[in-house]
């Protein structure tokens, strides 16, 4: 069922006047892309649950994988609010497309080409940044989401090569995923992160099924069963769990970024069909309890624009902290799915089909309030930062 895509982009506060021509140029360039390439196929793809491998090489050749990353290393040296504004776009499609590009740009280009060494850069980086070659992230383990300082994955110096052994759970992408950032313990109980093959010899990644959430992105885990890890695939440049959570500050960003795209459809959504719909021998629009329900929904969206976009620029001038991309992150994923059950009640029972993309963005944005840090997590780093005690142990 071809889905025809309406979408408008609600603008209150002229926001766009804040944006450069070129922001302005990357935004309409993906919102094209996936009015064509996403929107038509995306309640296909979570009905059935088959990821659209056809889209990665135009994700790569649009320059949503690595976008921040330098044009020497295959990347398309774009700042902070255009990938901000791609995140936004892909996310307003779905947010499991979303967490393709994000887990590509934030959790496996950023950690390859901040802590790798030149010879991992140049074997990587150039094929992540054209999805020649996927990666996936591996930080959460069956006994330790929220708490990934206690993870049990291990590795230990064989002379030739790294000894490895432990799973990871949850991880986008890892059935199909070439590489994988695997973050373990050395022998001095340090976190250090290790670029692995999927083809190596002990690795599995069986996936994950029977997901209502996020069925347009493919989730699994990586069994590690005494793998040999070349002792050039260690990441050197940083170690210590400030390392994968370094690459949570990149990609939470965009996840900031990215809720608001999930908010904006939902709520384009509603008040097109709140003008369509009669009831009462009038547009259910004309009551008033629909209209506070819609704008509730466009003030809430113009707050995180304002949130996000300010911390945009902060990021561009290397002046964002980890506790504002947890306020960011939180704020917006919370408000999107506020916004995405407020929307499914304005369409009545229309809103549990997938005719419209509200209910599929509200089950999705079930997986983004948890993942890189839950909803309780990111107030809790908020307490920590503005009160200097530590609540969550
Ligand atoms: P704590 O003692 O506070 O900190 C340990 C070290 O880390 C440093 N640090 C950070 N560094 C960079 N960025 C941050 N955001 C940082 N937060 C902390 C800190 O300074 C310290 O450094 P050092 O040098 O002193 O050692 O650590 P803790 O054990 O108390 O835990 C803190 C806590 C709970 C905030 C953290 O562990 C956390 O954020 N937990 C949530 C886990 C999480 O977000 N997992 C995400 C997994 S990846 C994922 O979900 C991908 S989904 C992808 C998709 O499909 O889009
Ligand atoms: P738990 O940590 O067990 O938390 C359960 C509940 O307890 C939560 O409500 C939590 O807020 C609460 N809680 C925990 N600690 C505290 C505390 N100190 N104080 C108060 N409340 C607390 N991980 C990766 O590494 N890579 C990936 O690519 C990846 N992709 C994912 C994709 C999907 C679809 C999903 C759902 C998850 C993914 N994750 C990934 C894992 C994700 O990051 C974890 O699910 C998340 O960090 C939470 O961990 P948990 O599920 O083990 O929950």
Redesign the pocket.
Known sequence: MAIQDQFASPDYYLLDELLTSEHLLIRKTIRDFVKKEISPIIEEVCQSCIFPKNLIPKLGELGCFGPFIPNKYGGAELDQISYGLIMQELERGDSGIR?TAS?QSS?VMFPIFNYGTNEQKTKYLHKLSTGEMMG?????EPN????PGGMESRFIDKGDYFLLNGS?L????SPFADIAVVWAKNENNRIQGLIVETNMDGVSTPETHN?W??RG?V?GEIIFDNVKVPKNNLLIGKDGLGAPLGCLDSARYGIAWGAIGAAMDCYDTALRYSKERNQFGKPIASFQLQQKKLAEMITDITKAQFLTWRLGVLKNENKATSAQISMAKRNNVDMALRIARESRQVLGAMGITGEYPIMRHMMNLE?VI????????HL?ITGHDITGIS???
């Open positions: 967490s887990v959790l996936c992230f591996g930080l959460t330790h989401g929220s708490n990871k949850w991880i986008s992408n997901k959430s996020l992105s989730t997986s948890t993942y890189e840090g839950t909803h309780d997590i809790l609540a969550f142990k």
